[in-house]
């Protein structure tokens, strides 16, 4: 079981390159901006068959976006680039055929144009395996859009009316591998994004609705079921879909909910429509406004399975003042104004203090309290101080004798160590 909120946005891609047209390629991101940016080499990744400088830079032509999560979309995108194998799709409907095999005696993917990809994702549109998917496709260049509506008027069949179709050829930025050329700073300022850069890749979109469902569930006490009408239990908030209108305060069950789009004769289809588990879309049961099933279940499964997400997008963003720099000139400005004077006392000790002098010194000979010691108590080495000396805070001094009385006496002289 899948512990992980559904994707805010994973799509399956047509990739062409701009300087030979009939070189495809197919992928699947959940970011197409960084992976185009990848398949032109101005980042990091990407994949062996767009390496070639020869064919760069390559231009997303078309996506395929909605996927309820991201092994469906692998999925999608392995049934797409091996419409000549893959299982979802019946032998008797298979446009791409199998003409050699490998050395290894597999089947060879076969070289397709741009109709035939085009065709093979319309084929995948209205196969049993996807074409309840609430699926949406987009289409950047105005050429490739001719060529699928010429293929959708020349197939009797049609997909379903639940897959959406969005046009938006205004590819300036997605010819430029994900960048929009910027002329001058004015253009810079009142640049849109264009193309692939429109796309919301993230759960921004949801974080109204988020704010609306736990202010509505923090307490259930007086909270019924839109569709059954019984009282909600506290232990159920896990299980509990809200409107996705955000001025309609309806929470219901997501069994209740579910089987209520399922009972809908203006959303249900003919075809299969008894076998169908979970609905595509339906009417809300409170304003009764159109609402797609993906739109309800993206927003519980994030709000159950990911916490953390959560906070972080109903997290209220911080102001950040902007602090005063202080220099080295304000510091001592400071240190100058906070010292306080010093008073008529500390003057006058600061005056009886001995100045420091680093000239020799004469030691008097009663200065010891015994005369044995004398030669002892004037030797100080050098890395210790003599007692006497500490108490009358005099630096250390060469120590000599103050008169020949005709007493030999060491002559010691202090050295300073290095």
């Known amino acids: 079981m899948d512990t992980k909120p559904i994707p805010a946005f994973y799509c399956c891609y047509l990739l062409r390159s701009t300087i030979l047209h009939s070189s495809l390629y197919v992928g699947s991101t959940p970011n197409p901006v960084r992976r185009l940016a990848q398949h032109n080499g101005r980042n990091k990744g990407g994949a062996v068959r767009t390496s070639s400088e020869k064919l760069r830079p390559w231009e997303m032509t078309c996506i395929v976006s909605g996927f309820p999560s991201h092994i469906a979309a692998l999925q999608f995108e392995w049934a797409w680039q091996n419409t000549h194998t893959t299982r979802h799709i019946p032998a008797a409907e298979r446009i791409t055929e199998v003409r050699r095999r490998n050395k290894r005696g597999r089947p060879a993917r076969p070289r397709v144009t741009l109709t035939d990809k085009l065709a093979n994702l319309h084929l995948l549109l209205r196969v049993d395996s996807f074409k309840r998917w609430p699926l949406e496709l987009t289409f950047f260049c105005e050429d490739v859009y001719r060529v699928w509506r010429t293929w959708n008027e020349r197939v009797h069949s049609r997909i379903r009316d639940g897959v959406k179709v969005v046009l938006d050829f205004d590819d300036a930025a997605n010819r430029n591998g994900g960048e929009t050329r910027i002329v ?27 704010q609306k469902s736990r202010d509505l569930l923090q307490d259930t006490t007086y909270l019924t079921c839109a569709v059954c009408r019984q009282r909600l239990k506290r232990r159920e908030t896990s299980l509990l879909a809200t409107c996705t209108s955000d001025t309609c305060n ?10 209520h789009f399922l009972d809908d004769p203006a959303t249900s289809s003919p075809d299969n429509e008894e076998e169908a588990v979970l609905p595509t879309e339906g009417p809300c049961p409170d304003c009764s406004q159109s609402t797609r099933w993906i739109d309800v279940v993206k927003e519980l499964t994030l709000r159950v399975r990911s916490e953390k997400e959560v906070e972080k997008l109903l997290a209220t963003p911080r102001k950040r003042g902007g602090r005063r720099k202080r220099t080295e000139d304000s510091v001592a400005n400071e240190d100058e104004v906070n010292v306080p004077p010093l008073s008529a006392l500390e003057q006058e000790e600061e005056q009886e203090q001995p100045k420091e002098d680093d000239g020799w010194r004469y030691i008097d000979e009663d200065y010891s309290n015994d005369d044995e010691e004398d030669d002892r108590g004037s030797v100080t080495s050098a890395g210790s101080e003599s007692s006497s000396l500490r108490d009358f805070e005099e630096p250390r001094a060469n120590i000599w004798p103050r008169k020949d009385d005709g007493k030999k006496r060491l002559e010691v002289v202090i050295e300073d160590s290095e």
């Not at 001058?184 to 988020?210: C, N, S, T």
């Not at 309806?250 to 089987?259: D, E, K, P, R, Y």
């Open 184 to 210: 001058d700073k004015q253009d810079a300022e009142e640049k849109e994004p264009r193309g692939i850069e429109r796309i919301e890749v993230g759960y921004k979109g949801l974080k109204r609705r988020l």
């Open 250 to 259: 309806a929470v219901s069950h997501l069994t209740c909910l579910s089987q």
